[in-house]
């Protein structure tokens, strides 16, 4: 049934197809063949029990908001919830918190709480960004010339990839078409790009360096819009120039009513990019519950009144509230959203970027908790398609010869199995491509 609210109705999508197709290219046939320490069959039907661990698919969500979530009341319960759902999460690197007075390189606090929570749930880590003309130190100065400028530049991304080896993905120069716009003005990073060449040049060059110092991580050319035709001028010149780089990164800020993406033209925007024989990142989701704005022009009164906030407090006063309808809404929409994009060959991650609504970073209801950290719907809904929908979980036995198959979702396995009594652990990783069975050695 269609959710019909304050004028806001979802009916829901159509979705031919959509199952079959994350069948096909998300799962795959799995088999196990148990062995003793020689190597020889273990002929007894065995019980056992296999659990996806993590999903090879990258389910992330943005903790740019613990700037101001961190230290502040329940944000362990905050992070906890997080955890339960998400196997990435994207943390912002910025240059102003990192060398707030040159060439005295601080580390973060709530950064390095960050990565060590995420280190210990052995989640995935993407970093934002090597570089942005956004977020700078003020000790930058606007007039310096491009010559002053890229030494400092290097140093940060040198800086960057080889202090933290445990950030595997990175945007490279984030949003380096935008460093072009009219209302970029004085900007010295803005003024490097262009005396680069422009935004593609400008991107090789970062990825030339990114590469040299950090060959094996993923890098990411990231923009704010996928309608943008300067971001698609780019992404083909980056391929005329034969630059490396591993993904295409596209926001889906959805704080207007004109902002938000039907189903076909999500479909649209995922085709439009696939021309680029790149694997695609939807970096920065956000579908708030609090009422929408019609378009960005009615949107940018209260986007530039919350950035000159003089306090988290004011902050708090500006920001809209959620709405219970609103918030099925939300999770409805979420429901058909993930699912669509999950089910296209080119999509690799999905980044829900605001977990809390407390200081949700354009002051909207966006997040998937409250301002108390509770789940709402549409944290219920993402939880349910990551851990129950498109989970695998077998509770059997093996055959008489030890030997068991089944279809399951890409990604790290664990297990148990009993023989003789006695309960064993094992581990494997399901790929796709793999025709051989994975040969697993007990303890007999």
Same mark, same amino acid.
């Given at each position: ?14 979705? !031919? ?40 698919f ?40 990192? !060398? ?38 003020? +000790? ?25 080896? !445990?950030?595997?993905?990175w ?20 003024? +490097? ?5 422009g ?14 110092t ?9 923009h ?30 959805m ?15 995922? !085709? ?23 378009? +960005?022009?009615?949107?940018q ?11 988290k ?7 809209? %509230? ?60 993402? %939880?349910?398609?990551?851990?129950k ?10 055959d ?45």
């Amino acid at each position: 049934m269609p959710c019909v609210l304050n004028a806001e109705i979802h009916s829901p999508w159509e979705m !031919e197809g959509v199952n079959e197709r994350i069948k096909k290219i998300r799962m795959g046939p799995i088999k196990l063949q148990f062995v003793d320490t020689y190597g020889s069959r273990i002929n007894q039907q065995l019980p056992i029990n296999i659990n996806l661990k993590k999903h090879a698919f990258q389910f992330g969500v943005g903790m740019g908001q613990s700037w101001a979530l961190y230290g502040e009341r329940n944000f362990e319960r905050y992070r906890a919830y997080m955890g339960e759902v998400f196997n990435l999460v994207a943390l912002g690197f910025q240059w102003s918190w990192i !060398e707030k007075k040159r060439g005295q390189v601080q580390k973060i606090e709530h950064i390095e709480s960050n990565l060590k929570w995420a280190k210990a749930r052995e989640m995935n880590i993407k970093g934002m960004p090597l570089l942005w003309h956004n977020a700078i130190p003020r +000790w930058m100065d606007a007039s310096a010339e491009a010559e002053e400028i890229e030494p400092l530049i290097l140093e940060r991304i040198r800086y960057l990839l080889n202090e933290y080896p !445990e950030v595997k993905t990175w945007n490279l120069y984030n949003e380096a078409v935008g460093a072009e716009k009219k209302f970029i003005r004085n900007n010295p990073i803005a003024n +490097w790009l262009k005396s680069k060449g422009g935004p593609a040049a400008a991107q090789a060059w970062v990825s030339q360096i990114a590469h040299q110092t950090a060959p094996n991580r993923i890098y990411v050319n990231n923009h704010y819009s996928h309608r943008d035709p300067e971001f698609k001028k780019m992404n083909h010149e980056l391929l005329r120039l034969d630059t490396q780089f591993d993904a295409i990164g596209i926001q889906t800020h959805m704080h207007t009513k004109k902002s938000r993406l039907s189903q076909s033209e999500l479909w649209k925007l995922l !085709e439009d990019y696939t021309v680029f024989g790149k694997s695609i990142h939807l970096t920065e989701i956000s579908v708030p519950s609090s009422p929408p704005f019609n378009s +960005w022009r009615d949107f940018q009164p209260h986007v530039e009144s919350l950035k000159n906030a003089s306090s988290k407090k004011n902050r708090l006063t500006m920001a809209k %509230k959620s709405n219970k309808k609103l918030e099925i809404f939300q999770a409805e929409y979420l429901r058909d959203f993930y699912t669509l994009a999950f089910s296209h060959p080119k999509v690799e991650t999905l980044i829900y970027w605001s977990g809390s609504d407390l200081y949700e970073w354009r002051g909207t209801a966006a997040g998937l908790l409250d301002v108390e950290h509770k789940p709402k719907p549409a944290y219920k809904v993402l %939880k349910d398609l990551i851990k129950k929908k498109w989970h695998t979980n077998v509770n059997d036995f093996t055959d008489a010869t030890g030997t068991i198959s089944f279809s399951g979702f890409y990604g790290e396995y664990i297990g148990k199995i009993k023989l003789n009594g006695k309960e064993q652990s094992f581990t494997f990783d399901h790929t796709p491509g793999m025709v051989a069975p994975h040969i697993i050695k007990l303890s007999y």
